[in-house]
């Protein structure tokens, strides 16, 4: 789904995405963030075109994937740039099919793609949540190498995930605080919001991370 005369949607592998951003006349600086080996949230201004690229996590049986999207926007259009079959593109197209304060405005599809995003960090951090909790009960019952194995996997996903959530929440300041031109500052209300929600996914980390370490030093103490 898209609206014709306001947002194009591409769908094409990581090394396609150089080619696209020719066709779109890209300063050199944002061809660079749309390079496949680009991999974290950022925003590139130019005097034709804003590329903003996100990061959206899911997790799925204990393993932390990214769904890489890009978004072209200026005062008149927005282009969607993402890989064949990506999950949030599901969630992204039926909150378009609402138009939920879309209006057709190329502002108003990227602080909906925004909002999509960030949503996205909630289901993964619940999970973790989750495996923490069940860890600490059972290393009070009897610690073993498996749960010193799992502790030390989900630290090290909660440093690659806070590795994309700080960038993704100053992207967002950036985009709700009107440093951009081709940002129509009548949707910056929701483009707060999506900071704000980032900036509770960052602090949730930071919550998990010290949750993680209190549960080592009781595995630590337990198993000594």
């Keep these: 789904m ?22 779109y006349g890209l300063h050199e600086l944002q061809l660079r963030a749309l390079d496949k080996n680009h991999r974290l949230p950022q925003a590139v201004e130019s005097d ?25 926007v200026n005062k008149k259009h927005v282009v969607t740039i993402h890989e064949p079959d990506a999950p949030i593109m599901d969630e992204l197209r039926e909150r378009l099919a609402l138009r939920r304060h879309i209006e057709d405005s190329p502002t108003g599809v990227l602080a909906l793609v925004a909002d999509v995003v960030t949503e ?10 989750d495996i923490v909790d069940k860890v600490e009960d059972t290393i009070i019952k009897r610690p073993t190498d498996k749960q010193l194995r799992q502790l030390f996997r989900y630290k090290n996903l909660l440093v690659d ?30 483009l707060r919001d999506s900071y704000n ?11 998990l ?4 370490s209190s549960a080592l030093d009781t595995y630590l103490t337990m198993a000594s």
């Design 2 to 23: 898209a609206f014709p005369d306001t947002w194009t949607d591409r769908s094409a592998t990581l090394d396609q995405w150089d080619d696209i951003g020719r066709e």
């Design 161 to 190: 995930l806070r590795r994309v959530v700080l960038p993704t929440t100053a992207v967002l300041d950036a985009l709700a605080d009107g440093r951009y031109d081709m940002v129509d500052p009548k949707y910056a209300m929701y």
């Design 120 to 129: 996205c960090f909630v289901p993964v951090l619940d999970y973790v949540d």
């Design 197 to 207: 929600y980032s900036w509770r996914a960052r602090e949730q980390i930071d919550t």
């Design 48 to 72: 034709d075109w804003l590329v903003v690229n996100f990061l959206a996590p899911r997790i799925r049986n204990g393993v932390l994937k990214y769904d890489r999207l890009s978004v072209l």
């Design 209 to 212: 991370r010290d949750m993680l």
